[in-house]
């Protein structure tokens, strides 16, 4: 089992929908990390965070640290988030980054 | 001004050639790492390197040999490619030992044949 699950893997919504994307992980950890992919390959870092929640714009990410679960969530969402979202956990006294296995949503206009 | 730069972006090369794929970063990080990932989208570090020093090498086959010449570079070399290696290779960096945001490089597209 994954150190990292996400939850769902692919995901299909029409453009102004509700989005979340769930991400639970079985090692302590000192913060998450919600990356982005867009087709044509470059990952992009949205969130780090360690408590709470964090906002940009459309995208919200929260996380509870004691059930070990983390969303981002895209309000208002548009064809332009289609993407893969990847949720990545520091381990080994963060000398590395563990991944879930990304989930990938489309937005259809 | 690219914090995290890898080139090439595609290689396309045949089974049993050696090839190699560079990478620097200018944000100051002291650490820097080479992710794989494979045909599902799956990412998988590979090698970890603090101020020029291996820290992490995850079973990764010795066809596969990093080089940091110094803090801001990290390359990937690889000998006699197999098609297995076909993938894409991100290089990214971050301040190591705290909870910081790791950058990543557009990623190198391997294409063996």
């Known amino acids: 089992k994954n150190e990292v699950e996400q939850s769902p893997q692919n995901l299909t919504a029409q453009e102004g929908e509700f989005i979340t994307i769930n991400c639970s992980y079985s090692?302590?950890?000192?913060?998450l990390h919600w990356l982005q992919q867009h087709p044509g390959g470059g990952i992009v870092s949205l969130f780090m965070?360690?408590?709470g929640k964090k906002k940009h714009g459309r995208l919200i990410a929260t996380i509870n640290i004691q059930e070990k679960h983390s969303s981002l969530h895209i309000t208002a969402s548009h064809p332009r988030d289609s993407a893969v979202y990847i949720c990545a956990v520091p381990s080994q006294g963060a000398q590395k980054l563990v991944f879930g296995q990304g989930t990938r949503l489309t937005i259809n206009p | 001004d690219t914090a995290v730069s890898q080139t090439p972006k595609y290689l396309v090369t045949q089974m049993g050639n050696d090839k190699s794929i560079k990478c620097e970063q200018n944000l100051g990080h002291d650490t820097m790492y080479w992710y794989k990932q494979d045909s599902k989208k799956f990412l998988k570090i590979m090698f970890s390197y603090n101020n020029k020093e291996l820290i992490i090498n995850e079973t990764v086959p010795n066809r596969f040999s990093p080089k940091s010449p110094d803090k801001a570079h990290l390359n990937l070399h690889i000998n006699s490619l197999e098609l297995g290696d076909s993938a894409v290779y991100f290089c990214a960096s971050s301040q190591v030992g705290t909870a910081t945001e790791a950058f990543f490089g557009q990623g190198t597209r391997l294409t063996v044949v």
């Open positions: 090692v302590g950890i000192s913060a």
């Open positions: 965070l360690s408590s």
